[in-house]
């Protein structure tokens, strides 16, 4: 099975504050893969797919990134609305894989 | 508006069976492939099976694999998912997810416990 490494588990951070999230992939997935976001009690939202695109409707200060087996997700001038649980989710082939999720919280 | 609502689960014990429910409206459900992904309580997102839009192909996560069994009908709009010998570890919240459209279900608990 693909593992997805990510981190950190918990990124602590300010307020219009510039944050990067990674996961590294333990076998080529190419760019598939995705980013979700989690608020408490809801349900995950998809932020990014095919590595670098932004969902319909995610705001443009998130974007996604690649550099060899490392996939990242940034979030520009971070805002209050974007403290969630964010996961990476590779779907290059089965059993798909989710990293173990990076809880981000105001500083 | 796409809705996927999930329902069949509760509270179970050990060993015993449960069924589980997902109706989808307002997009086309035969045209896609569609999941279960699970997050247990204070845990994270774990896939669970997937099957193709005609039934074709049908993958699961060896955590479950020969003991739960995903289908659908597509002239109900509906997705299943049949537990078996239900274990402890298998207590989550249960989605039903069409990935590819990035459709998440609002989830439904199952709760293995004696």
């Known amino acids: 099975d693909i593992q997805m490494t990510q981190s950190p588990s918990s990124l602590p951070a300010s307020l219009g504050d510039r944050v990067t999230i990674t996961c590294r992939a333990s076998q080529d997935i190419g760019n598939y893969l995705r980013w979700f976001q989690q608020k408490p009690g809801k349900s995950p939202r998809l932020m990014i797919y095919?590595?670098?695109n932004l969902a319909a409707g995610v705001p443009s200060r998130f974007s996604g990134s690649r550099s060899g087996s490392d996939y990242s997700l940034t979030i520009n001038s971070l805002e209050s609305e974007d403290m969630a649980i964010y996961y990476c989710?590779?779907?290059?082939?089965?059993?798909?894989?989710f990293g173990s999720g990076t809880k981000l919280e105001i500083k | 508006e796409v809705q996927l609502v999930e329902s069949g689960g509760g509270l179970v014990q050990p060993g015993r069976s449960l069924k589980l429910s997902c109706v989808a409206s307002g997009f086309t459900f035969s045209n896609y492939g569609m999941n279960w992904i699970r997050q247990a309580p204070g845990k994270g997102l774990e896939w669970v099976a997937y099957?193709?839009?005609?039934?074709?192909?049908?993958y699961y996560a060896e955590t479950v694999k020969g003991r739960f069994t995903i289908s659908r009908d597509n002239a109900k709009n509906t997705l299943y998912l049949q537990m078996t010998s239900l274990r402890s570890e298998d207590t989550a919240l249960y989605y039903c997810v069409g990935l590819g459209a990035g459709y998440w279900g609002q989830g439904v608990m199952v709760t293995v416990s004696s």
């Open positions: 095919g590595a670098t």
């Open positions: 989710l590779q779907h290059n082939e089965y059993p798909f894989t």
């Open positions: 099957i193709s839009s005609g039934s074709s192909y049908i």
